[in-house]
T-cell receptor, first 114, second 109 residues
Framework: DAGVTQSPTHLIKTRGQQVTLRCSPK?????VSWYQQALGQGPQFIFQ???????QRGNFPDRFSGHQFPNYSSELNVNALLLGDSALYLC?????????????FGQGTRLTVV | GQQVMQIPQYQHVQEGEDFTTYCNSS?????IQWYKQRPGGHPVFLIQ?????EVKKQKRLTFQFGEAKKNSSLHITATQTTDVGTYFC?????????FGAGTILRVKS
């Protein structure tokens, strides 16, 4: 049983570019959340997707957008990259029928903006 | 909005010594979760506490949830080098988890 998988694992982009990160949830999970973890900080919630719709959003600008596909996989898009967007981007999945349950995290995508 | 604070930020202990990290929420929580992140890794779920005053043990790890459900602690007895990492507490807020900044544990052998 594969856990949460993310791609790519590492990425280097130039300021102003756009990036797409991908996530496949754990088998049986239909809800995907994205978190940004800056160095030395705890994960910060970006948004959550369920039934292909954004269900809740954190305090991130509109440059951050997402999508969920019918197979529950998800993408995180960031436009007009800033140096401050450099971070570990984590995807977490959970089953929506179990409220307030643990989050299963992928290994993350390390994004460096230069 | 809800804030979760953890202390200390960093602790360096001799192998065999005990370690404790404390977590405080600005609001009452329905539950508190603890995660461990090894260096270069991703957060891995350790435990969830739900009841007021709840205490749970996992081998050398003891987790407590405060009576007011606003604070929690993680205590590790006789630390080992395998305990190295960052320990995060997190509380739910709607559909999201609000994480503390974490406590980094380093163990000297």
């Amino acid at each position: 049983d594969a856990g949460v998988t993310q791609s790519p694992t590492h990425l280097i982009k130039t300021r102003g570019q756009q990036v797409t990160l991908r996530c496949s949830p754990k088998s049986g999970h239909d809800t995907v959340s994205w978190y940004q973890q800056a160095l030395g900080q705890g994960p910060q919630f970006i948004f959550q997707y369920y039934e292909e719709e954004e269900r809740q959003r954190g305090n991130f600008p509109d440059r951050f957008s997402g999508h969920q596909f019918p197979n529950y996989s998800s993408e995180l898009n960031v436009n007009a990259l800033l140096l401050g967007d450099s971070a570990l981007y984590l995807c977490a999945s959970s089953p929506t029928w179990v409220r307030n349950t643990e989050a299963f995290f992928g290994q993350g995508t390390r994004l460096t903006v230069v | 909005g809800q804030q979760v604070m953890q202390i200390p930020q960093y602790q360096h202990v001799q192998e065999g010594e005990d370690f404790t990290t404390y977590c405080n929420s600005s609001t009452t929580l329905s539950n508190i979760q603890w995660y461990k992140q090894r260096p270069g890794g991703h957060p891995v779920f350790l435990i969830q506490l739900v009841k007021s005053g709840e205490v749970k043990k996992q081998k050398r790890l003891t987790f407590q949830f405060g009576e007011a459900k606003k604070n929690s602690s993680l205590h590790i007895t006789a630390t080992q080098t395998t305990d190295v990492g960052t320990y995060f507490c997190a509380g739910p807020s709607g559909n999201k988890l609000v994480f503390g900044a974490g406590t980094i544990l380093r163990v000297k052998s």
